[in-house]
C-alpha cells in the first residue's frame, strides 16, 4: 500500500512538490501545472522531497515525474524570472544546482519518469537522474534558452555535455532545438521509451527490479555513486573510490547472501543491508 507526505518549505507554502511512497520507491511529482515550471519556492520543496527519500531506509529508488500528462516540466518559471533583480537569480541558479547535486550524491538509484515536454530547466532536472523513461509521442525534449538570450544554467552546459559530448551539446543548445523522445534515445539522452498506457504504473514496476529482495539495492547505490564521482576525477582516484565502495558492500549481508546463493546454485534473496 503506498503512503503519502507532503514535504514542507516554509509555513503555509503552496504545494508544489508531491510526495508518495510505493513498495521500495519513494514517488517525487513535480506540481505547478499547466506547464510544471519551477521557482524557488518549488525548489525548496524539492530539496526536502530529495532529503526526504534519502533518510528514508524503506526507499531504495527515487522517481521525479510531473504531474498531468502533458508535461514533465518546461523548467524555470518566467514570470517569476523576469520580476527578481540578478542577485536573486543568481542565488535561484545557485540553489537549483545545489538541489540537483543531492539527487547525483544520493546513493540510491534516481530515475526521471518523462511523461510530456521535458525542456529548458525541466531536462536539466531530469538530466541529474541516473536514468530517464520516456512516455511515447508525449511531447518535445531540448534545451531551448539560446531564444531566451540565456544558456541553460541550473546544470544543462555540463551534464548534457558529458552524455552527448562537447562538439553535440553545443550544437544542441545553439540552435536551441527541440527534439523528439526517440531522437532523445538515439543521442543517449533518454534510456528507454515506455507506452502511453500506463507509463507510470510500468515505471514503478521497472523501478522495483533494483528493490530487495530482487536486487541489492546497496550495491546499486554504491554503483550509482562510484560512477557519479568517478566521472569528476582521474582514473587513480576513481579506483580508489571503487574499491572503498566495494569494501563496504563486502561487509554488509547481502554480498554474503550474494555468493552464498550462488554457490547454493539457488536465487538470491537481498534485504537492501
Not at 534516481?110 to 541516473?130: R, S, T
Not at 541553460?152 to 562537447?166: A, I, M, N
Request: hydrophobic share 40%; proline share 4%.
Amino acid at each position: 500500500m503506498s503512503t503519502t507526505t507532503q514535504p514542507t518549505a516554509g509555513v503555509n507554502a503552496k504545494t508544489l512538490i508531491n510526495y508518495r511512497t510505493e513498495p521500495g520507491v519513494a514517488v517525487i511529482e513535480i506540481n505547478d501545472p499547466p506547464a510544471n515550471t519551477y521557482s524557488y519556492e518549488m525548489n525548496r520543496q524539492l530539496d526536502d522531497a530529495i532529503l526526504t527519500a534519502r533518510m528514508d531506509g524503506s526507499v531504495y529508488v527515487i522517481v521525479l515525474t510531473g504531474a498531468g500528462d502533458k508535461f514533465f516540466s518546461a523548467g524555470a518559471n518566467i514570470n517569476m524570472l523576469a520580476k527578481v533583480d540578478t542577485t536573486f537569480k543568481y542565488y535561484f541558479c545557485l540553489h537549483a544546482n545545489e538541489t540537483l547535486l543531492r539527487l547525483e550524491n544520493t546513493p540510491k538509484l534516481v530515475i526521471a519518469a518523462i511523461n510530456g515536454h521535458c525542456v529548458g530547466g525541466g531536462l536539466e532536472i531530469a538530466l541529474a537522474a541516473d536514468i530517464r523513461i520516456a512516455r511515447k509521442d508525449a511531447g518535445k525534449i531540448g534545451l531551448p534558452e539560446v531564444n531566451l538570450g540565456v544558456l541553460p544554467g541550473t546544470g544543462g552546459t555540463q551534464r548534457l555535455s558529458r552524455l552527448v559530448g562537447k562538439s553535440k551539446a553545443i550544437e544542441l543548445m545553439a540552435t536551441g532545438s527541440t527534439f523528439t523522445f526517440e531522437e532523445a534515445k538515439a543521442l543517449g539522452i533518454v534510456n528507454q521509451i515506455f507506452e502511453r498506457d500506463g507509463f507510470v504504473v510500468r515505471v514503478l514496476e521497472y523501478a522495483r527490479q533494483f528493490c530487495p529482495p530482487n536486487k541489492a539495492a546497496n550495491a546499486v547505490g554504491r554503483m550509482k555513486r562510484a560512477v557519479q564521482s568517478g566521472w569528476e576525477i582521474p582514473l587513480e582516484s576513481g579506483l580508489a573510490l571503487e574499491r572503498e565502495n566495494q569494501q563496504l558492500l563486502f561487509e554488509a549481508s547481502d554480498a554474503k547472501e550474494g555468493l552464498a546463493a550462488y554457490l547454493e546454485k539457488r536465487p538470491a534473496r537481498f534485504s537492501g543491508k
